[in-house]
Every structure is written in structure tokens, then in C-alpha cells.
């Protein structure tokens, strides 16, 4: 990462790629996908949809500020697990996610619309993204938002904020249609400051005391192992529930349109990329 910012740095600095400035709009649409305490072996089964909206202003052929706004549908279920305590765990969860992001981002080649020749590069980026997020779990046949449950042992009032940061960043590929157009293609990233996305994370709570906080449903909610027939069930208080020490994270891999509202620069000669 210092080496990547250390170019962007010297770029930035260069004289001879200031001839191309203006705002880009655009829309994509794809998929996202879920990593965390309920799809630990990065399983790709439960592929949700993705749509993302950005405006990109270009400072030059290299560099790029964007700032996005994206929606995401993820979910995960330790029935997928090969591991035999998440199976046994038998925890699920499904959430939509709305965030916003602002990326600097960094052209690999002179890209310049309209140019018969710069007119494809593959790019990074990297920024920071708010999010806000709801994971909600069935039971019952009836769908149920976990975070007021206090599934592992919050007092009332003291629940995981369903507002969080992270870390957004990624990689992706744009080439021009003509002048004004161009194809974008993704692979965006959030490396989330919680790690309650999927609402695990520690250990498991006194059932009772959930119950007495938060009725029965929640009490129901924090060990699900006897559902399966499992006894005792697994949920011992203090008994580890999720990894505290991995946070959650998300992706979206999308494709979709730009349109150039900027201008073409004449260089100077001594400038002449």
C-alpha cells in the first residue's frame, strides 16, 4: 500500500499529465458476496445482486477522485460449512447494504477519452465507505432483525451500531466507446471496522439473561445447534460463537456505463506524454 501511494504521489506531481480534466457519471449493476464468521471457507454460494451509481473526476491520464454510491444484497449459513462446529452452530443471516464511498483512484496506463490509442486501462483504487446494514436471520418461517435481539449478550441500549466504516478498495478495467462513453468493469472491496455484518462475533451469552432482556425470540436466536437435534446444544455461556479478530467484509463485482462531461487539453510540447 505505501509503495501505491508513493506512485500516486510522484504522478500527481508530474507536469505532463495535465491534459485531461472533467467529471465522469455513471451507473453499473453485478453481484456482491459475503466473507466472514457465517462463510469462513470463502464459499461463493449465496451470490447476491449489486447496483452502484459514481461520479469520477479525472485530474489527469493517471489519477481519478470517485465518489459511489452502491447497494448490496449478501447472506450467509453455516449449513454451507465444512468445518463440523459452524455446521453444528447452524447460524444464518441476510442483510441489504446502502454505501458511500470516496476512492482515489489510479490509472496502470494514460488513459485519455477519445484517443485512438489511450483509450483502455485497467485501474486501483482505494478510499474510505460508510455503510449502513440490517442482518436479519428466518425463523419459524418468519424473517427477524438481530440486531436489537442482543444475540450475544448486549444490554439494551448497547447493541452494535448498524451505521459503520470501512476500508474500500479494488480494482477494475475501463475502455472508451467514443468520446463520450466508456465500459467500466469493478471488483470493488469494503474491509469493515465490525465485525458484526453477519451478527457473530464473540462468544455465547447466558441464554437466560437474553431472554430476560430481550424476550424469547432472542433467547431462541443465540444458540440454534438444537435445532438440528444436537444435545446439549453447543451454546454453552462463554463457549466461542464467532472470530473476533477477522472482521467481516463484502464485495461487488459490477459493469456498467460512464459518460465523459470533461475536455481534452493541448499539452505543451516540453509536457508531451
Same mark, same amino acid.
Given at each position: 500500500?505505501?509503495?501505491?501511494?508513493?506512485?500516486?504521489?510522484?504522478?500527481?506531481?508530474?507536469?505532463?499529465?495535465?491534459?485531461?480534466?472533467?467529471?465522469?457519471?455513471?451507473?453499473?449493476?453485478?453481484?456482491? $458476496?459475503?466473507?466472514?464468521?457465517?462463510?469462513? $471457507?470463502?464459499?461463493?454460494?449465496?451470490?447476491?445482486?449489486?447496483?452502484?451509481?459514481?461520479?469520477?473526476?479525472?485530474?489527469?491520464?493517471?489519477?481519478?477522485?470517485?465518489?459511489?454510491?452502491?447497494?448490496?444484497?449478501?447472506?450467509?449459513?453455516?449449513?454451507?460449512?465444512?468445518?463440523?462446529?459452524?455446521?453444528?452452530?447452524?447460524?444464518?443471516?441476510?442483510?441489504?447494504?446502502?454505501?458511500?464511498?470516496?476512492?482515489?483512484?489510479? &490509472?496502470?496506463?494514460?488513459?485519455?477519452?477519445?484517443?485512438?490509442?489511450? $483509450?483502455?486501462?485497467?485501474?486501483?483504487? +482505494?478510499?474510505?465507505?460508510?455503510?449502513?446494514? &440490517?442482518?436479519?436471520?428466518?425463523?419459524?418461517?418468519?424473517?427477524?432483525?438481530?440486531?436489537? +435481539?442482543?444475540?450475544?449478550?448486549?444490554?439494551?441500549?448497547?447493541?452494535?451500531?448498524?451505521?459503520?466504516?470501512?476500508?474500500?478498495?479494488?480494482?477494475?478495467?475501463?475502455?472508451?466507446?467514443?468520446?463520450?462513453?466508456?465500459? &467500466?468493469?469493478?471488483?470493488?472491496?469494503?474491509?469493515?471496522?465490525?465485525?458484526?455484518?453477519?451478527?457473530?462475533?464473540? *462468544?455465547?451469552?447466558?441464554?437466560?439473561?437474553?431472554?430476560?432482556?430481550?424476550?424469547?425470540?432472542?433467547?431462541?436466536?443465540?444458540?440454534?445447534?438444537?435445532?438440528?437435534? *444436537?444435545?446439549?446444544?453447543?451454546?454453552?455461556?462463554?463457549?466461542?460463537?464467532?472470530?473476533?479478530?477477522?472482521?467481516?467484509?463484502?464485495?461487488?463485482?459490477?459493469?456498467?456505463?460512464?459518460?465523459?462531461?470533461?475536455? *481534452?487539453?493541448?499539452?505543451?510540447?516540453? $509536457?508531451?506524454?
Amino acid at each position: 500500500m505505501k509503495n501505491f501511494l508513493v506512485i500516486i504521489l510522484l504522478l500527481a506531481g508530474s507536469g505532463y499529465l495535465s491534459a485531461q480534466r472533467g467529471w465522469e457519471l455513471g451507473g453499473m449493476a453485478g453481484v456482491s $458476496n459475503y466473507f466472514g464468521d457465517l462463510n469462513s $471457507n470463502y464459499g461463493l454460494n449465496h451470490i447476491g445482486p449489486s447496483a452502484r451509481l459514481f461520479a469520477r473526476y479525472n485530474f489527469n491520464t493517471r489519477l481519478c477522485l470517485k465518489f459511489a454510491a452502491s447497494y448490496a444484497r449478501v447472506a450467509g449459513y453455516d449449513s454451507d460449512s465444512d468445518n463440523t462446529f459452524e455446521k453444528q452452530r447452524n447460524l444464518s443471516f441476510a442483510s441489504n447494504i446502502f454505501d458511500g464511498a470516496a476512492e482515489f483512484e489510479f &490509472n496502470f496506463m494514460p488513459y485519455v477519452h477519445g484517443s485512438a490509442y489511450n $483509450n483502455f486501462t485497467p485501474y486501483g483504487f +482505494l478510499g474510505l465507505a460508510a455503510f449502513k446494514f &440490517n442482518p436479519k436471520t428466518k425463523y419459524e418461517d418468519k424473517w427477524y432483525e438481530l440486531q436489537p +435481539l442482543g444475540t450475544e449478550g448486549q444490554f439494551l441500549g448497547q447493541e452494535y451500531s448498524l451505521l459503520q466504516l470501512g476500508f474500500a478498495y479494488g480494482l477494475g478495467l475501463k475502455w472508451d466507446i467514443n468520446y463520450d462513453w466508456s465500459i &467500466n468493469v469493478e471488483l470493488a472491496s469494503r474491509y469493515l471496522f465490525t465485525d458484526y455484518l453477519d451478527d457473530v462475533s464473540t *462468544i455465547y451469552p447466558d441464554a437466560k439473561d437474553v431472554q430476560r432482556l430481550h424476550g424469547d425470540i432472542a433467547a431462541a436466536l443465540v444458540d440454534r445447534s438444537g435445532e438440528l437435534g *444436537i444435545e446439549p446444544p453447543i451454546g454453552q455461556k462463554g463457549r466461542q460463537r464467532g472470530n473476533s479478530k477477522d472482521n467481516d467484509s463484502y464485495q461487488m463485482l459490477t459493469v456498467g456505463l460512464s459518460y465523459y462531461f470533461g475536455t *481534452i487539453r493541448c499539452p505543451s510540447i516540453s $509536457n508531451y506524454y
